[in-house]
């Protein structure tokens, strides 16, 4: 039942439209205000990662570019962030820092601090986009498997059905018939699932990564 309900997206919708001016605040430039508060720089990373030497600037190998994973938890705060907002509205993510990091001269300057940031976002969801179009494409793969080995089972059951029947043979036949009927259902439904359903959130998470490669960011103070 719930992922027939998934396939009428507007009832979720209308109340979003109702929450969104409490919500989120707007940028001067009409941009809506996605904001992370941040203890340090690092704190955009999972645990034990850190930024390396020379991140995101010229003398940073342009083969093999650092790609940093973000803390799963701020990822996932991020996605259910994109999923209340409208596809088409645009992002502004506002990182707040404290106070005494930005004025820190052992620290990278804000400057330095929103390239190493926007970097690190754009790589790792560049990174993670590219891995859900692989996913979607494995899906497609294993559909089309599926609903081939499906139609199979149900036309190999159709021809089971209409052969003959010894009453004084044994069960074998009618057996086999219906075990391959029900693989056959149940191989074409998960087929079905894929094509109508099962794609649908890996699509969702690709386009939320491509918006937050889009979306500039800045800086502020605790």
Known sequence: ???????????RQAVQGEQLPKRYAKSPEGRTIVRLSLSSPAALLMPF???PAHFGSAAESEACPSVLNLNQDLVDYLFARLAELDEAEPLLLRVSLPANDLADPTVPTPG???QELQVAIHRYFAYLESTRRENLKQLARD???LGLLGTGALGLS???????????ASFALPLLNQGVTVFGWLTFWEALANALWNWRPLYR???MCQRLQQAPLELDAL
């Not at 159709?158 to 004084?168: A, C, K, T």
């Open 158 to 168: 159709v021809v089971l059905e209409g052969s003959p029947v010894n009453p004084q």
């Open 112 to 114: 330095d601090s929103i």
């Open 1 to 11: 039942m719930k992922r027939v309900i998934r396939l009428f997206p507007w009832r």
């Open 49 to 51: 990662d850190s930024f």
């Open 143 to 145: 559909a089309c498997l």
């Open 205 to 207: 998470q690709l386009r």
